[in-house]
């Protein structure tokens, strides 16, 4: 009986909807989810890799154009039409390994930074935290925050992330007042954070915790990018800064 509930509930997940689980506990990191920590964080990140190559190409007008303008040079050089009819599959597949590399480069960045050391680089410091959030025992998401120091009064949210078998279940909300509490009790103005994310779910959850979206930075450069010319044509991204006044 207990399995076939658990069944539905994952299956109600898998279609999106949303769930009825047990009350989300957001508690501050411990030592010991630091591998759950990781792995959130590391599952997340990788799902923008399809998100910014597939997902992304619709909202950059100028990188089709630049395609099509190879592949009609292509056509001219070659007068072969099986060429002209690979470009697509080519293009795509540049641009999911560009987007897998530049987005490796940003995790490897990260983990040998706070990532790789959250106790010493989030949890002694007054200026910063990382809590997870806690469902039937189990770490379901995280969340860090980080004051900007050349920001006047702001604090940063980073790193949310959710299990996506937790997802649509109130975690992210959750996290996200999390952080928001924590910018009131110690008197920071706002809240900013970042996101080159399309996937609609990112945007809607910072909405829906009042976020305005305030700037959108076209061709944003991720740090751990390289800059290279093939990455500079394969890997584009619009980064979009959003911020909530206190
Ligand atoms: C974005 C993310 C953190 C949302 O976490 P979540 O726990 O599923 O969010 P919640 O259940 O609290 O949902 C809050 C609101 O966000 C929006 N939302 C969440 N998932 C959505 C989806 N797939 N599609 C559309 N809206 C979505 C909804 O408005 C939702 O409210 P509702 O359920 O009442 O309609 C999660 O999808 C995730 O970890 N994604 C991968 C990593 C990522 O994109 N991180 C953010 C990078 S800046």
């Known amino acids: 009986m207990e399995q076939k509930a658990q069944k539905k509930d994952h299956k109600m997940h898998q279609k999106g909807h949303k769930c009825e689980l047990p009350t989300v506990v957001v508690r501050e990191f411990t030592p010991v989810d630091k591998p759950e920590v990781q792995r959130i964080f590391y599952e997340g990140l990788m799902e923008m890799v399809p998100d910014t190559a597939f997902r992304g190409l619709r909202h950059h007008p100028e990188s089709l154009v630049l395609y099509t303008a190879m592949t009609v040079l292509c056509f001219a050089i070659t007068m072969c039409w099986w060429v002209i009819g690979l470009l697509p599959a080519i293009v795509l597949c540049g641009r999911y390994f560009y987007s897998r590399h530049v987005i490796h480069g940003y995790m490897e960045r990260a983990m040998s930074r706070d990532m790789g050391d959250i106790e010493g680089f989030y949890m002694n410091s007054p200026d910063s935290c990382l809590w997870v959030a806690v469902l039937e025992g189990k770490v379901a998401g995280v969340v860090a925050a ?101």
């Open 146 to 246: 980080v004051s900007q120091q050349n920001s006047g009064g702001a604090v940063e949210l980073q790193r949310m992330s959710v299990d996506r078998n937790c997802r649509r279940c109130g975690v992210g909300v959750a996290l996200g007042r999390k952080v928001l509490e924590y910018a009131a009790a110690h008197n920071y103005s706002s809240v900013v954070l970042g996101t080159t994310a399309y996937a609609l779910a990112a945007h809607q959850l910072y909405q829906r915790l009042g976020f305005r979206c305030v700037r959108v930075t076209d061709g944003y450069v991720t740090p751990g990018a390289r800059g290279s010319l093939l990455e500079m044509i394969f890997y584009r991204v619009r980064h979009h800064h959003y911020r909530l006044d206190l």
